[in-house]
């Protein structure tokens, strides 16, 4: 009996990309094996989405390293509520609300906030935010930028970074946020940058750097690409359409032998 699978030339260019190409055919549809695979992925994405933080580890792990730390919640008052009111996920709940003016009233003012945000993908602030804090750091120290206490937020959105580093008195704003799943990445971190942030700045006044995980960016290139942003959004007191990266590729890059090349 001939076999029933249908291959397809692309197949081979799979080792390239984790995107869904090459898949072949049995008949008019999907092979079992693509067919189970494409299931998996969707539930692990659905999984990403409604996975609680475990805001209490984080909250330990940070102190361990002697960075402190507290939390915020944002109005959206559970799961479903958030997925259904983007809107209340970018402003913090009542009780938070009370907490922030509370260090509005003893403000002093420091040049970064740092705000760890659940977002759609709590695994993803899981699995990247404190390998890549472990970098970011003793990079901003370098620098001498004094930093906030960190934030950690449950139920929010990307907006919610503004009336928290207001509250802390911050210059710049750095949010680390997990992004909306895809099939093939449900732990994907995003980090948005905001240069005087303020309750009702809109996403044109913001920088993102996207896809921060160890399958996507690498922490040292996203690291080498915020360093950038941070230093010159200081220099030039902006953010967003009016700041541009500007950077080559991190050194730490250069020369990674790849599948089939060199970076150099």
């Not at 580890?57 to 958030?82: C, E, K, N, P």
């Not at 970011?136 to 959105?157: D, H, N, W, Y």
């Not at 008195?169 to 093939?184: D, M, Q």
């Not at 948005?192 to 913001?206: H, K, S």
């Amino acid at each position: 009996m001939s076999d029933i699978l249908t291959p397809n030339l692309w197949h081979v260019l799979t080792r390239f990309t984790q995107a869904r190409i090459g898949l072949g055919r049995a008949g008019t549809s999907l092979p079992t094996r693509p067919h189970l695979e494409f299931q998996f992925a969707h539930a692990r994405a659905r999984n990403a989405v409604h996975h609680p933080l475990d805001e209490q580890a984080l909250r330990m792990a940070l102190d361990t390293r002697g960075w402190r730390s507290f939390m915020v919640h944002s109005a959206a008052q559970d799961r479903a509520i958030y997925l259904q009111r983007p809107d209340l996920g970018r402003i913090p709940s009542d009780a938070s609300t009370a907490q922030l003016q509370a260090f509005a009233d003893a403000r002093a003012e420091c040049d970064i906030s740092i705000v760890v945000v659940d977002g759609l993908s709590a695994f993803a602030i899981e699995q990247n935010a404190l390998p890549f804090l472990d970098l970011l750091m003793p990079e901003l120290a370098k620098q001498t930028f004094t930093v906030a206490p960190i934030s950690i937020v449950r139920q929010g959105r990307v907006a919610i970074g503004d009336p928290i580093a207001k509250a802390l008195g911050a210059k710049l704003v750095i949010v680390l946020i997990g992004e909306r799943p895809g099939l093939s990445s449900p732990d994907s971190m995003g980090i948005y940058l905001t240069w005087a942030p303020q309750p009702g700045i809109n996403d044109a006044q913001r920088n993102c750097i996207s896809n921060v995980r160890k399958d996507g960016l690498e922490y040292g290139e996203a690291i080498h690409k915020l360093m950038y942003l941070v230093t010159e959004a200081f220099r030039r007191e902006l953010s967003g359409v009016m700041l541009k990266d500007e950077t080559a590729a991190a050194p730490q890059r250069l020369g990674r032998v790849g599948q089939n090349f060199l970076l150099e």
